[in-house]
């Protein structure tokens, strides 16, 4: 997988833009590149050419023309990879992207594979392992919140103390396999209070970091909500209530609105995934034909369920709705709304008197709620925002703790905490002293996972190939 | 439509990649920059950099940051738009992209229109109109051909030779209606064999580059191929067999398949494009019925017909075929390639009987051709190709001489040829000066539409709102 000596090309921008941007990196990008560039008013060549520097020039196939370019020249180590760096701004044609592709490999570069820039980065020190997962997190954030996770990540976020406990364990790792060394003679070169006391640090700090996790995935990947609800309930009008609005917002400026996501709603910069359970047949409103049998599996993944209901349902089928559906997810922390829909087309005597019968007669959850709306004359839909954002909370936003948000950080933490409890645990009881160094070690390993100081080729091989061409 | 006291600002390149890039131009563009930009290392703001040097630092929202970013300075006159400029380059997040965007005009920029960066360039200068069309036909161009075509246009192309034609022109129309002023003196200041010269010299040009056009756009959208024949006579199995080698070809560059364009082959450089008649019903293999009536539309935008049989078919029924094709088309020109499929079904001296058959019986039109061929075994393709090829010839390929592509060169060069074919009948006949004035003045206007010396805001907007956002 790691091939330095490699001169690594590729598009860094996506197909179909007035501009393209070409990647070129490794001992021999500057000097390919100088092959096929010949630059407008000047006789400088590319390879005398210092850093942070641009030159405007045409790309020549032998005499033929392939295009006017930008070239921004970067000597190591100050480039993103930390090696010699070469970006061509060219004219979004695809076969001007190609043809260029094609000219560089013909001058002895290779195609970059995905990640490949940000493995190099991450080789050359320029980032650590969690800062290089930033980078492709931070590519596809979409909402401001992921964003911010996205950024802090890459800022350091976690890493630096992450390093540093790491350190004083692994001093105190050594100070017992001294003693081991030792055999026999029952020397203590290790403070066990002390050990002690850091391990609890490193459990806890460890804990409280693994248990941010829920949150940091709901805000990386957004939180699943379903609709759910009888025919006709106004699932659909409500679903456009919602996204129509955020439509509107996200299309004032030109060329960002085919962004967005599809059937995605941003709520306090937090976003929110509706899950098609669209082509469901719908047939009756019997709650076992709610349609929601078919969907169990995504059902089960959402964290929010809609309940469509209309004003006039009678309360019991409503209740028996509710529990079916608390049945079939099986998770008591899964938070129903329901909705009483169609508050619009009631007299107003005759609404006080369903609605008054529905409040006191709907049963909730400890996590449910209860919303009267109109979907169709959007009333009561601010308030199921409000709803929808209590889901996640707010400390978070307030809070300058870290939110972990990768599952790979999630696991490490976990493992560090359950290592470290076997410490603690060990160290209570007088364990030997050789099988808590190995649970210290063991610790100091996952731990080293997380930052990337330690690494096996199939680690980096599991991050890097998620990553896009280019990046 | 011209606004050039406005900063404006557009993302560069499509969303989807590792990277964007943001472009921001006008008076304002480095001090609006520079408000949001924090450099790394550096003390030195934007305001104080010279043109073509890039700096890595932050784009900050207050105190939020938003992303790691290059940026690029260009002073003006020395930009693509011949104003200050910047471009941003920061990870290709839609979200970041929109962020930065809001940011760029909550400083007092404006959201681009599309274009507007080229129309800035043609303004400010930096290229005529034709050059600047040039730019969108580049950015567009999928095949060598095409791309060949933008990019010796947008190198000025014909633009010289037309400018000093219409300096010529421009003298001679002054001196005219100089004697004009003379009124009843009867001067001469024109020498009028002089002006009979130049005159037919234009003309011939004007005449030479506009029928040049056929080729340029063909050569510029693609040649339209139909691919017609009795049900299962293999139409689908040969499209296939012909895309199927183009992506093999394509796809050996990562990331750059996906730009390849449905149903396009490539050869030697030209794109054929095949139109979609998919969802004919063919119900019989009656001429009548060859489902062709209702894609009539298709087979006459068509430049070839590729006409699929079987090797076991009635030469008459083919003939049929053919002629009903040509009667359908209505057009002599038009090629029909006669292919007769499925020769790998016969036994060899089976085959060889019939192949003589059709080969002595079917009739040909003086463009048509009649290849035997096997789609599933890919036999006769490469042949296929050839003919193909043929269709727009070979000397345009070798030859220096300009061809013309776009449509509204074309109508502007047949405009004065047509104005000046009124200017010689005119001399020839001893036309009053003041309608040659006239005439002459015409072939002025037109000939400087072409290069943009002569516009209005109505030319300007149809040119620039078919550019991309950004461009």
Redesign the interface.
């Known amino acids: 997988m790691v091939r330095t000596g490699e001169t690594i090309c590729?598009?860094?921008?996506?197909?179909?833009?007035?501009?393209?941007?070409i990647r070129v990196s490794g001992p021999q990008s500057i000097e390919i590149c100088n092959k096929i560039f010949r630059p407008f008013k000047s006789r400088k060549s590319l390879t005398e050419e210092t850093g942070?520097?641009?030159?405007?020039g045409e790309i020549l196939d032998g005499n033929?023309?392939?295009?006017?370019v930008?070239v921004?020249v970067f000597r190591k180590p100050d480039s993103y990879t930390g090696e010699d760096s070469i970006?061509i701004?060219c004219?979004?044609?695809?076969?001007?992207?190609?043809?260029i592709?094609?000219l560089l490999?013909k001058n002895g570069a290779v195609?970059a594979?995905p990640g490949e820039?940000t493995m190099r980065a991450f080789i050359n020190g320029r980032m650590d392992l969690s800062q290089a997962e930033a980078?492709a997190d931070?590519?596809?954030?979409?909402?401001?919140a992921?964003?911010?996770l996205a950024?802090h990540q890459?800022?350091g976020g976690f890493s630096d103390e992450i390093k540093a406990l790491r350190q004083e364990l692994l001093h105190f790792a050594s100070l017992i396999e001294l003693e081991l060394d030792f055999g026999e003679e029952d020397v203590e070169f290790a403070d066990r209070n002390e050990l002690l006391r850091l391990i609890r640090k490193i459990k806890d700090i460890s804990l409280k970091l693994s248990s941010s996790f829920k949150t940091g995935n709901a805000i990386k990947n957004g939180i699943p909500v379903v609709i759910a609800g009888k025919p006709n309930s106004g699932k659909s009008t409500l679903l456009n209530a919602l996204l129509m609005e955020e439509r509107a917002i996200?299309s004032d400026?030109?060329?960002?609105t085919?962004?967005?996501i599809e059937d995605s709603i941003f709520i306090e910069g937090v976003e929110y995934r509706f899950i098609d359970t669209a082509g469901l047949r719908e047939t009756s409103d019997d709650v076992e034909l709610l349609g929601i049998k078919k969907t169990l599996e995504k059902i089960k993944q959402a964290e929010i369920i809609l309940l469509v209901d209309e004003v006039t349902d009678n309360p019991d089928i409503i209740n028996k709705r509710a529990e079916y559906l608390r049945k079939i997810t099986d998770n008591e922390n899964k938070r129903i709304i329901i909705l009483i829909n169609k508050i619009d087309i009631e007299s107003s005597s005759e609404y006080v008197n369903l609605k008054k019968r529905l409040f006191d007669e709907v049963k909730l959850g400890k996590n449910d709620s209860l919303l009267f709306i109109s979907a169709k004359n959007k009333i009561g839909i601010e308030e199921l925002k409000e709803k929808l954002s209590e889901v996640i909370g707010t400390e978070w936003r307030d809070s300058e703790d870290v939110i972990i948000s990768n599952i790979r950080h999630y696991e490490a933490l976990n493992n560090v905490a359950e290592s470290l409890a076997r410490v603690e645990e060990g160290l209570n009881n007088g364990l030997s002293q050789d099988l808590i160094a190995m649970d210290i070690r063991q610790a100091i390993h996952y731990l080293g996972e997380i930052t990337g100081e330690i690494t096996t080729d199939e680690i980096l091989n599991n991050i890097f190939r998620n990553?896009?061409?280019?990046?």
Do not use: Q
């Open positions: 590729a598009p860094a921008t996506a197909s179909g833009g007035a501009l393209s941007l942070f520097r641009v030159r405007y033929k023309i392939i295009d006017d930008l921004t970006e701004s004219h979004g044609s695809p076969y001007i992207v190609r043809k592709l094609e490999i195609s594979r820039f980078v931070l590519i596809a954030s979409s909402s401001e992921s964003h911010r950024i890459m800022r996200v400026i030109p060329g960002t085919r962004d967005y990553f896009c061409i280019g990046k």
